[in-house]
């Protein structure tokens, strides 16, 4: 019996260690070796299980693939052998004996090779981290074939589009047919002119669908849309004098995004944050990106109608077609330039001179000049071949010698291009230019006067009645002076998106303006995003004069007091906070009997006495970072000053943070010395509060 027992209880130990070690060796490892592979059912999973190696099928198809996906299979990185499906589950992956890895069917033929020569049989393969799939040499360990090089329709972190200026050889993008066939489709993405880098798209390979304008080391800047932060973390790199790359990254590791070529040709983005998605968008193109819409010297507004209009001194290369709204032709010149003039015999004494567009997609086939801005326009003029120029600080200096191809006006972004045009054109439109605008001014003028007197009329019988109401209104519209254009604005579909729609899960607190979202922008920055309800009042006239509702500490003089809100009330707001990081203290709770000094007070006392440095939290004192701190200080002074128009914008006081603003006034006087009690505030409420319909629940944000 005891011989019996034993026997069963190693045969059940062999049966447990084959399970394990099978399931391990299926699931876990990270590797393929010459005597490890993996069949149809098995995957390889990289050391954090974020990726996954192994065979799937597309939606609607019952076709065999082997791919990388991330999380799960509906996240395809990358795929083998897109061209030749496997038609049923026998497939596996395995280092051949010449050292490839191959994907072989059920009759044990070659379906897909790594295609590598020169290898050993004691290669072995991993899938990293970071979703790349490395074939390694057995002896020196070093890299010999990687399927980041040879990617698909799909681009993730850290993957590279690239290409030698020497050789040729591009690393290239192409799209799948369909959501289910991912073989080879009709779009493709490369990096082209790469004397000022840029990526095309095109369709079958050849004919160039859209681009991306030249890259100024920041963004590409014929793309508007990468500056609303959706196509965030890009970077173009160098190799040597012969490779030139594209990657992109997110700096927060919680990060990682997948960038696919859909099968119509447009880019889809998927976010995820903490591996859960947080975006999911198709980056639209209007008929302006489709390359050379309007032809040679034409530009393309999607604003306009028609959307096609010749560059000034240009004229339809072919009217009738024009007419019908077929602008391929393109347009010619009107007048022919000096140089021109010189070479027919033309009398000429003056110069070309060159016509300002602005926010423009600058043309195809640009060079580049090695001179500093100022000399951008003289050198242009001097060389008879050059037809307009551009400058970005990031890029320098840009000129055109051959046709104007692919021009867009923009609403936003672009930068300024600068057409040369015969002088006689040039003066034409400068006196049709006068003319214009001697007869808008008088008009104006005329207007305005008649509005003036038609005003003083209206309020002369009106009387002395509405004298205050008026008065009240002036005051009012000094308080509406809010510089929209210095602030970062945001679509409603960014926000949406980044809130998941303004869910309930999202929500952090809510006050009486409404509720406060978190929420995470597409490059990974987390947010809070205040959606105004309904019976608030707040957003209607940029104040609100009803009721004074707020966080008792952090609410602006003019706020608290008169009910007048602006951004700059939500400036101070953030000096008050401050200052609380940098002392560690709390200005709800600060104590100061002796003076009954509130926190921003106490601090002001001791700035003007010099003793500033004894408010810093120890904890802070001892980072090193002593100046940084004191910058802060001064800044948080300059968000608290008693005038609101005083205070900057929320835009410049990021810049001073950043120290892109190194200069830094002195401080004027700041509000609240004195320690305010809730019950002035009370007062205030209860005096504004016939009109008003909010429900108010206060939060408050601790400070240290």
Known sequence: MGFR???????????????????????ARDTITLSQFIRDSETVNSSDSVFKLGFFSPTNSTNRYLGIWYLSDSNVIWIANRDQPLKDSSGV??????????????????????????????????????????????????????????????????MRISANRVTGQKIRFISRKSDSDPSTGYFSASLERLDAPEVFFWINGTRPYWRTGPWNGRIFIGTPLMSTGYLYGWNVG??????????????????????????????????????????DVVLENSVCDVYGTCGAYGSCDVQSSPICTCLRGYEPRNPEEW???????????????????????????????????????????????????????PMCLKNCSCLAYAYDAGIGCLYWSGPLIDLQQFTSAGIDLYIRNATNHTNKRRNKGLIIGITVAAGTIILAT???????????????AKHSEIQSQRVTGVEKQVKLDELPLFDLE????????????????????????????????????????????????????????????????????????????DVYSFGVLLLEIVSGKRNTSFRNDEQSLSLVGFAWNLWNEDKIRSMIDPDLSTSGSENHILRCIHIAFLCVQEVAKSRPTMTTVVLMLNSEISHLPPPKQVAFVQKQYSSSFESSSRENQCNSNNNVTLTEIQGR
């Open 450 to 464: 008649c509005a003036y007197l038609a005003i003083c009329t209206y309020h002369s019988r009106k009387g002395a």
């Open 494 to 569: 960014v926000v949406a998106i980044a809130t998941n729609n303004f869910h309930t899960a999202n929500v952090l607190g809510k006050g009486g303006f409404g509720p406060v979202y978190k929420g995470l922008l597409p490059d990974g920055q987390e947010i809070a995003v205040k959606r105004l309800s309904r019976t608030s009042g707040q957003g209607e006239d940029e104040v609100n004069t009803k009721r004074v509702v707020g966080t008792y500490g952090y609410m602006s003089p003019e706020y608290a007091m008169e009910g007048l809100f602006s951004e700059k009330s």
């Open 238 to 279: 160098y190799e040597g004098n012969e490779t030139v790359y594209l990657t992109y990254s997110f700096a927060d590791q919680s990060a990682f995004g997948i960038l696919t070529l859909n099968p119509q040709g447009k880019l889809k983005l998927v976010r995820y944050y903490n591996r859960k998605q947080v975006l």
């Open 323 to 377: 007419n019908r709204q077929n602008w391929t032709s393109g347009c010619v010149r009107k007048e022919p330039l000096k140089c021109e003039r010189l070479k027919n015999g033309s009398e000429t004494r003056q110069e070309d001179q060159f016509l300002k567009l602005q926010m423009m997609k600058v043309p195809d086939f640009a060079e580049r000049l090695d001179v500093e801005e100022g000399q951008c326009e």
């Open 93 to 158: 992956l395995k280092i051949s004996e010449n050292g490839n890895l191959v994907v072989l069917d059920g009759k044990k033929h070659v379906i897909w090779s790594s295609n590598v020569s020169n290898t050993a049989n004691t290669s072995t393969a991993q899938l990293l981290r970071s979703g790349n799939l490395v074939l390694l040499d057995g002896t020196s360990g070093q890299t010999i074939w990687e399927s980041f090089k040879h990617p698909c329709d799909a681009a993730v972190p850290t």
């Open 5 to 27: 027992s034993d026997t069963s209880l190693v045969n059940a130990l062999l049966i447990f260690s084959i399970i394990f070690l099978g399931l391990s060796s299926a699931t």
